[in-house]
């Protein structure tokens, strides 16, 4: 779900909040009034005092909003099952300041499932920023993990933040382009 819209909302209690771009981690007490700006991939991005915030999915009972459904896999998934939910679930994955998912945006290099000593599986990533200094790399790198961490059967993921090749506008995929106005 996306939202271009400007919605009210008023916290209903103290919430985890990520200032963007900063990446910081602050509180915002319970009765704090802000508008959603954006509304992405599970999570939301809201407009308070002057700045932005990001809000996890885990805590959008707090602005009155639901968390998404529990992941599922078919009964005997395969490896190729596994990968696409993977993939589903980057696709998930938001900058909170622009309205393109981190694959269609170019930032995942690659994404691949290994097989750890535990019999279950991993996930490896190997992704980047649209800018190195964005102060949001933990904060993507955080919210890749606990996505992938969601998917049944995943036990173990590697996320690593890579700038070489450095990102650039050629990396995006046309649907991004269009939705950012870069074509």
């Known amino acids: 779900m996306y939202s271009r819209s400007s919605e009210p909302v008023r916290f209903e209690r103290d919430c985890a909040a990520v200032l963007v771009p900063q990446g910081d981690a602050v509180t915002l007490p319970a009765g704090t009034v802000g508008y959603i700006t ?3 991939g599970g999570s939301w991005t809201v407009f ?10 885990e805590d959008g009972d707090a602005i009155g909003k639901q968390p998404a459904e529990p992941l599922e896999l078919p009964e005997g998934a395969t490896d190729e099952d596994v990968e696409r939910v993977v993939w ?7 900058d909170p300041e622009i309205p393109v998912n981190i694959v269609d945006l170019g930032l995942v290099y690659l994404a691949e499932l290994y097989h750890p000593e535990s019999g279950e599986r991993g996930v490896r990533v190997r992704m980047t920023l649209t800018a190195p200094g964005c102060g949001m790399g933990d904060i993507l790198i955080d919210d890749v993990r606990s996505k992938l961490e ?4 995943v036990a173990d993921t590697d996320i690593e933040l890579v700038f070489d090749p450095p990102w650039n506008q ?3 995929s046309d649907v991004a ?7």
Do not use: D, H, W, Y
């Open 38 to 40: 954006q509304a992405l």
């Open 88 to 94: 589903e679930q980057l696709r998930t994955c938001f």
């Open 170 to 172: 050629s990396l995006m």
């Open 177 to 183: 382009r269009l939705e950012t106005g870069m074509f």
């Open 150 to 153: 969601k998917i049944p059967t």
């Open 48 to 57: 308070v005092e002057g700045n932005l915030m990001r809000i996890a999915g």
